[in-house]
């Protein structure tokens, strides 16, 4: 028998019991549609995450923060801790370990760190117009996220100038007429000029002047949806911040951000001289990779209830192939009486049982794509709820790992076609052909 | 007298172990000659069926040998044996074993199928073969919306359609009604007289196996008697054969003499 003939004889007869077929079908079309979403809800936050470090580029920064803020500091235990007024003073008001002035001179310090910029939070009261409407401004982006930003127009801010961005849902303060900020040109806001209003801690306001020049869409990891000042108008407004007492305070930093010569080479030195002052170094790439270590993590999770369905359509698989050879006894005896060879009848129900899963894989990667792309159109779309985050793509096509997925279930349904091919080679064409 | 196509050796065929077992052939030793048409007849439990299984390749001897054209096949690799029966022998059974779910072309074409033929020739062939035996109208009909005596002629074009040396035939009228039946004898007879086919049938019908040259009776296991030359009932009685066993063939007149309408 030619291998056309039983391909086609093993596609006929998957089709002569079309409802037995239709629902060892749905089995594995299950476990292929989970496999595809899950592998393309995984290569779309991937694909984000590159995005986002390939919009981050060449610039070669150190993320520093205390180690214990990342819960790698020397294990305290649970009991009391003796008190160490030095750092006691250095925590922030969510107990969290800071960095210190000292610490960032001992970043500065170390081989092929060119700068370092120690990131503090302000927090200011409004936001005045040209026109003089003000609006609440309680949160900044910190200048350090510049590179990871995500712009719909103009450019991040200049380190020294006194300039600032605003996300794109406040374009509608220059386009009253607008009813939503996507209808809106980011252009417009360019060039504007705004005053940012910060209370001292005598509660005295102040102002500082600032120049609109970039548009920022928030982004995955949530930066870009406040406006981010410049680094001399964030300086700016923190000393503002911090005044007003005659009282001469540490300063302490959640995070410092360091420039690093050639981070490639030399990021694991700086890491380990770090981690030896109880610090801890972190790229945007490791950042944006405890992000991605989550998503894959709970893909693999998914992974495996997909293969765990797929094993049970396997069985499924074996289920209806038995059956089918022990009504087919007969057709089998009178085939080996007619010289098909014990290896043929083999090759011709397990081919069954890989139409069987081509079916469900063609049907289970197509029903995984257009949901995935529907909901990713959908959800990411202007008007979903994840709209208003940038550059984030919850779907996408990855062709090598649909290849893999086919390849995983069409192995999976010939492995399970075994069972029933071997049991049909094995009949006794005599015995067969008197089989009631 | 013409070379030996089967030939048997002390055939044994035994079932079973111990004090169950049960001798179904006791050692025969016989030949059937190329062209020769055969009965192997018997009650059942005589033991034809088992020898026909043997003869056919479809089951091997306790001990003893079966030899095709002279080539003992015992000791052949189940894919030879395999391919052998494909290009060798035809058979037609009594229930006739049609796939119901396929065409009667199809059906007829499985042994091409089997085989390796592509499907122009196999389709070319089956239409030839249906064709042969008046049934090429049915060619394109599901095989379950035939007659008896039409799925019969089916399976007969089937076993015809691989140009075999010996069609097997396990008690090919016991479905049909004695019209259809004579029409299906017909059929057989022809096809052996006229294409020099050589015809094993196995059947306890007397008047079927009246009709071959010679007869091996079969009683628990052994040929108890064999008798030769064909005993044509009367009215089909017209000509005498100048074949291998002249004295009393009977021959009919028309190359396709099956055209009656008998096969209902």
């Known amino acids: 028998m030619r291998s056309v003939d039983v391909a086609k004889s093993a596609f006929g007869n998957t089709l002569r019991s079309k409802l037995r077929t239709f629902l060892t079908v749905i089995a594995i079309v299950i476990g292929g549609f989970t496999l595809t979403v899950t592998s393309g809800l995984s290569a779309g936050i991937n694909q984000t995450v590159d995005d986002m470090l390939a919009g981050y580029g060449e610039e070669d920064q150190l993320f520093v923060m205390h180690a214990s803020a990342m819960g790698m500091g020397e294990e305290t235990g649970p009991g009391p801790q003796e008190y160490d007024p030095e750092v006691a003073q250095q925590s922030s008001e969510f107990g969290q370990a800071m960095l210190s002035e000292e610490d ?14 120690p990131i503090f939070f302000v927090s200011p009261d409004f936001l005045e117009t040209s026109g003089g409407d003000q609006y609440t401004l309680e949160t900044l982006d910190v200048p350090a996220d510049g590179p990871a930003m995500e712009l719909v127009a103009g450019d991040v801010p200049a380190r020294e100038a006194m300039e600032i961005t605003i996300p794109e849902t406040w374009l509608t303060i220059y386009d009253a007429d607008a009813e939503d900020y996507e209808d809106v040109d980011p252009q417009i806001a360019l060039g504007e000029t705004v005053e940012i209003g910060i209370s001292n801690l005598v509660y005295e306001q102040e102002t500082v002047e600032a120049e609109i020049v970039g548009v920022s869409a928030q982004n995955l990891a949530g930066i870009g949806g406040s406006p981010m000042p410049s680094y001399a108008l964030n300086d700016e407004l923190y000393e503002i911040q911090i005044s007003g007492l005659d009282v001469e305070q540490p300063d302490a930093f959640i995070q410092a951000v360091a420039d690093v010569d050639d981070l490639e080479a030399n990021e694991q030195d700086i890491k380990d001289a770090l981690a030896d002052e109880g610090m801890v170094g972190l790229t945007l790439e490791d950042l944006l990779g405890i992000i991605q270590g989550v998503i894959d993590a709970i893909a693999w999770v998914l992974y495996g209830f997909a293969l765990i369905a797929l094993l049970a359509a396997s069985f499924g698989i074996v289920n209806t192939l038995l059956m089918s050879v022990q009504e087919r006894t007969r057709e089998i ?47 990411t779309g202007g008007d979903g709820p994840l709209g208003g985050v940038g550059g984030l793509t919850l779907f996408a096509l990855d062709p090598a790992a649909l290849g893999l997925i086919a390849a995983v279930i069409l192995v999976i349904a010939f492995a399970a076609g075994t069972l029933p091919a071997a049991r049909a080679a094995k009949k006794d064409p005599i015995e067969a052909l008197r089989h009631e | ?49 088992t020898l026909m299984h043997l003869l056919a390749l479809l089951d091997q001897p306790t001990s003893g040998v079966v030899a095709l054209g002279g080539r003992p096949v015992s000791r052949l690799k189940p894919k030879a044996v395999s391919s052998l029966r494909n290009d060798t022998f035809g058979f037609v059974f009594q229930q006739f074993f049609l796939n119901p779910n396929q065409t009667v072309l199809d059906n007829v074409t499985l042994p091409l199928k089997i085989a390796g033929v592509g499907k122009s020739e196999r389709n070319q062939r089956g239409i030839a073969a249906l064709e042969q035996l008046e049934m090429a109208d049915k060619a394109k009909n599901k095989a379950t919306d035939l007659s008896g005596g039409q799925k019969q002629r089916a399976c007969i074009a089937r076993a015809l359609i691989n140009n075999p040396d010996v069609i ?52 628990d296991g052994l040929i108890v008697e064999e008798q030769t030359g064909a005993t044509p009932r009367p009215a089909q009685a017209s000509a005498v054969s100048d074949r291998q066993q002249p004295e009393n063939q009977t021959r009919r007149g028309r190359r396709l003499p099956f055209r009656r309408g008998g096969a209902k």
Do not use: W
């Open chain 2, 168 to 219: 097997f035939a396990d008690e090919p009228t016991g479905n049909l009604d004695s019209a259809t039946s004579e029409t299906v004898e017909d059929i057989l007879f022809t096809l052996h007289q006229e294409q020099g086919i050589t015809l094993v049938v196995v059947t306890h019908d007397e008047d079927l196996a009246a009709k071959c040259q010679r007869r091996l009776m079969m009683q």
């Open chain 1, 104 to 117: 960032i001179e001992t970043i500065a310090d170390l081989d092929n760190v060119t700068n370092v910029e």
């Open chain 1, 333 to 379: 005896g009178l085939m080996k009486a007619l010289g098909m060879s014990s290896g043929k009848i083999f090759g011709l129900f397990s081919m069954e049982a890989v139409v069987i899963g081509l079916l469900g894989s063609v049907i289970g990667l197509a029903a995984g794509l257009a949901v995935g792309f529907t909901a990713n159109a959908l959800l």
């Open chain 2, 1 to 49: 007298m013409s070379t030996a196509v089967l030939e048997t050796e002390n055939l044994v065929k035994v079932y079973g172990r111990g004090p169950a077992q049960f001798h179904a052939l006791k050692g025969l030793t016989f030949e059937i000659h190329r062209g020769e048409s055969v009965a192997i007849v018997g009650k059942s439990g005589s033991g034809k069926s």
